[in-house]
């Protein structure tokens, strides 16, 4: 496993999910209390999964599995988002 | 919608240094982008295996042509078929405009704050940055413009001809870190980016300047730090890592 990206990279995956920018969105660790943009996340990438660790204690935030079928979203470490509406 | 993969076509490719090279790509129905933004790009081999990766934009705004810029990665499993083999009328699958937060927008009008803007690559970190800086010349902005950009030598400067013109404009300035080899006439030594190089090369926190950080994650890593010591505010401070050493 080689060093991480940034959250930015979950622009692509996530939009297979959601119909706003996510990395735009401001994410509570659930760990931490932590309150930062997705972008700024670190994002470990394995092929086919996303591994998403907050930026400030390293607890596990969100991770994506893209299997052949069907996209898993686990949001084990999340207290909550807060995503800018349209238009804003 | 973004979600959706749509295919591109090949229409210009040019080297930039000796292990990368910029790729145009006339995308049908493609948006226009904001500066700093990238998209996702898919390779998928005859067994169906796919391969998907990032990559940012050079290029911003209206029109359908894009251009990437991509450097080899030795063990990369994209980067090599893209350098290497890729050639003019190529297709390839691509998804976008990606991602909204590492993005310049000009200032609406001249009545807005026009925060100075910090721009620091590192090696092909370049390519958003170029983004900017285009996009900055495309309106004739005058907002103050800096750029610090870290190479290992002078032949791994990307864009050189185009970064050279803009530097001319009196709002863009372009300051070098030269890692192992520094071209001939260079006052200082080669090497890594410094708290004192930060210092004096870079918008002081004091303007306020909004600061876009790009390139290898240990680059961007201890750029960023450093400019939290010199008192930028954590949160002026953008940041978009691509991995590597």
């Known amino acids: 496993m080689t060093s991480h990206v940034d959250g930015n990279a979950l622009a ?76 804003t | 919608m973004t979600g959706d993969w749509t295919v591109g076509t090949v229409t210009a490719i040019a080297p930039q240094t000796p292990t990368s090279r910029s790729i145009d790509l006339e995308v049908p129905g493609w948006p226009g982008n904001l500066a700093g933004q990238h998209l996702d790009l898919r390779l998928t081999a005859p067994d169906g295996y796919t391969a998907t990766r990032s990559y940012s934009i050079a290029t911003a705004g209206a029109g359908t042509r894009v251009q990437l810029a991509v450097d080899r990665l030795p063990d990369g ?74 190479v290992r030598a002078p032949e791994d400067v990307f864009f050189a001809a185009e970064l050279a013109e803009l530097a001319r ?7 070098w870190v030269y890692t192992r080899t520094a071209p001939e006439g260079w006052s200082g030594s080669p090497g890594r980016v410094t708290r004192e190089r930060l210092a004096e090369a870079v918008v002081p926190a004091a303007l306020d300047p909004a600061v876009f950080v790009c390139g290898p994650t240990g680059f961007v890593e201890t750029v960023a730090d450093l400019l939290v010591e010199l008192g930028h505010p954590a949160a002026r401070v953008k940041t978009e890592r691509f991995g590597g050493a």
Request: some cysteine; glycine content about 8%.
């Open chain 1, 12 to 87: 692509g995956p996530l939009s297979e999910l959601f119909s706003a920018d996510m990395t735009c969105a401001s994410c509570r660790c659930a760990s931490c209390g932590d309150v930062a943009d997705l972008a700024e996340a670190m994002v470990y990438q394995k092929p086919n999964t996303y591994i998403v660790r907050c930026h400030r204690c390293g607890a596990m935030l969100l991770t994506i599995i893209q299997g052949s079928h069907r996209t898993r979203l686990e949001l084990s470490g999340v207290a909550a988002l807060s995503v800018p509406r349209p238009g």
């Open chain 2, 169 to 175: 404009s009196p709002h863009f300035d372009i300051d």
């Open chain 2, 77 to 150: 499993e994209v980067s090599p078929y893209l350098v290497d083999e890729l050639i003019v009328g190529d297709q390839l699958e691509v998804r976008g405009p990606l991602g909204g937060w590492f993005v310049w927008r000009p200032p609406a009008d001249d009545r807005s704050p026009a925060e100075p803007v910090q721009l620091i690559g590192g090696g092909s970190g370049i390519v958003p940055l170029m983004a900017m800086a285009r996009a900055h010349a495309a309106v004739a902005s005058t907002v103050p413009f800096r750029l610090l950009y870290s």
